[in-house]
């Protein structure tokens, strides 16, 4: 079975620009969780889709969004890009066995973002 | 929200002694514990887990501990090897599944030979 995989893998972008990375989680796993990774702040939630629909959300500003295909397949944007959000960002799924019980979360390679 | 604290932030030792990296969290409500590891420039693998209705939980030479009172969760290696090296991070949720995390700052393990 494929492992989550995530495009593109290194992305450079200047102040003010947006930009949309892409994930595509196990197949059959409908929950995805996006993370942000830095040196100083460590791995931070911003927000998980399930079936769509934003189940849960982190404390990002309203410049960070996402979305979630009928495929389970996600994107998260980032718009007007600061020089802070420049990051290591990792997508995860997991196969929610029952409400509640969501299996073991298996973490992509990460998109490497560095803003200008 | 929640907090997870993690300590040491960095931790040595020789190959075959055991390593012991500690965590606390702050909301009662958290019911799943995760640990991550993670090798330099690679993903997080999880590598052990508990719910907060089990104390303890054991997988070869990991495990793991759970004192819900005392809000704290600890991740024994044992025997350790230098393929042990890595990043560890724990986490908290409360969503009883790995939805939302709170990690930890991490440790970084390092086994000498």
């Known amino acids: 079975k494929a492992g989550v995989t995530q495009t593109p893998r290194y992305l450079i972008k200047t102040r003010g620009q947006q930009v949309t990375l892409s994930c595509s989680p196990i197949?059959?796993?409908?929950?995805v969780s996006w993370y942000q990774q830095t040196p100083g702040q460590g791995l931070q939630f911003l927000f998980e889709?399930?079936?769509?629909?934003?189940?849960n959300k982190g404390n990002f500003p309203g410049r960070f969004s996402g979305r979630q295909f009928s495929n389970s397949r996600s994107e998260m944007n980032v718009s007007t890009l600061e020089l802070g959000d420049s990051a290591l960002y990792l997508c995860?799924?997991?196969?929610?066995?029952?409400?509640?019980?969501?299996?073991?979360?298996?973490f992509g390679p990460g998109t490497r973002l560095t803003v200008l | 929200g929640e907090n997870v604290e993690q300590h040491p932030s960095t931790l040595s030792v020789q190959e075959g002694d055991s390593a012991v990296i500690k965590c606390t969290y702050s909301?009662?409500?958290?019911?799943?514990f995760p640990w991550y590891k993670q090798e330099l420039g690679k993903r997080p693998q999880l590598i052990i887990d508990i719910r907060s209705n089990v104390g303890e939980k054991k997988d070869q030479r990991i495990a793991v501990t759970l004192n819900k009172t005392a809000k704290h969760f600890s991740l024994h290696i044992t025997e350790t090897q230098p393929e042990d090296s890595a990043v560890y991070f724990c986490?908290?949720?409360?969503?009883?599944?790995?939805?939302?995390?709170?990690f930890g700052t991490g440790t970084r393990l390092q086994v000498t030979l």
């Open positions: 197949s059959g796993h409908r929950s």
């Open positions: 986490a908290a949720s409360m969503t009883g599944t790995a939805s939302k995390l709170t």
């Open positions: 889709y399930f079936s769509e629909t934003q189940r």
């Open positions: 909301d009662s409500a958290s019911n799943y």
């Open positions: 995860a799924s997991s196969l929610e066995v029952a409400p509640g019980q969501g299996g073991e979360q298996f």
